[in-house]
């Protein structure tokens, strides 16, 4: 992408689609499809399709530690490439408006990826939806967890190659979407046909919802 390229290595501020709060750090690098910043010794891929507007920011130039480890990416970066590095890597994943969920990333697939959550079990994420992530350093564990619960195992569950896919094999569940934002994203999925889903709350009321806006998927 040339347009960023004389955005490098300075502090930007971007604002992402879904997003409340902005994402300020130093551009260190960029792809086809996504942009890596460094932040607090954090770095933060984001999509770039989320992008609504970057500026440069007056940030701290204390900003970024130094002394922080590279980039675990190097040349030709992408979204997907960036994926498939990260798995068994401790992650924060961002689907926005402060939702964020930390665990591993354990199989990716056209449009989504699966997710092992030590608080949510295996979750299902649509890769199009996800704000950013951010690596975490290899020896860190979520919520200081002993090595005693690692390494991950989550139960072998059989994956679609697509999302619409998946869902469908959940039809009589009940299901969490998008971590249960909504009261009506948590019941019995009743059925699933052309990614329309029809949903029974716990007081049995009938909710629809659009595959398209659906951002995370899994079972309680």
């Known amino acids: 992408m040339q347009v960023f390229k004389k955005w490098l290595n300075q502090a930007v501020e971007l604002e992402l689609s879904g ?19 460094l932040s607090e010794s954090k770095f933060i891929y984001i999509p770039i399709h989320h992008l609504q507007n970057m500026n440069l920011s007056p940030a701290d130039p ?18 997907r490439k960036m994926l498939m590095n990260s798995r068994g890597i401790f992650t924060e994943v961002s689907i926005g408006n402060k939702h964020s969920i930390h ?22 994420i649509s890769i199009n939806h996800v704000k950013y992530l951010i690596p975490y350093p290899p020896n860190k564990t979520p ?3 002993s090595q005693d ?15 619409d896919q998946q869902i469908k094999k959940l039809e009589g569940e009940l299901i969490i979407v998008n971590l249960g934002e909504k009261p009506s994203h948590a019941g019995l999925l009743k059925s699933s046909d052309n990614n329309i889903l029809e949903m029974i709350d716990a007081n049995g009321n009938i909710h629809v919802i659009h595959g398209d806006h659906i ?5 309680p």
């Open 149 to 163: 619960h690692f390494p991950v195992q989550p139960a072998a569950l059989p994956v679609s190659r697509t999302l």
């Open 19 to 37: 997003c409340s709060e902005r994402i300020i750090g130093e551009l260190i690098d960029m792809g086809s499809d996504i942009l890596v910043l």
């Open 215 to 219: 951002m995370t998927i899994h079972s």
């Open 103 to 124: 665990g591993y990333l354990t199989g990716i697939m056209n449009d989504y990826f699966v997710f092992f959550s030590p608080i949510h079990g295996s979750i299902y």
């Open 62 to 79: 204390q900003l970024n530690d130094s002394s922080s480890s590279p980039s675990p990416e190097q040349d030709q970066i992408s979204y």
């Open 143 to 145: 919520f200081n967890l």
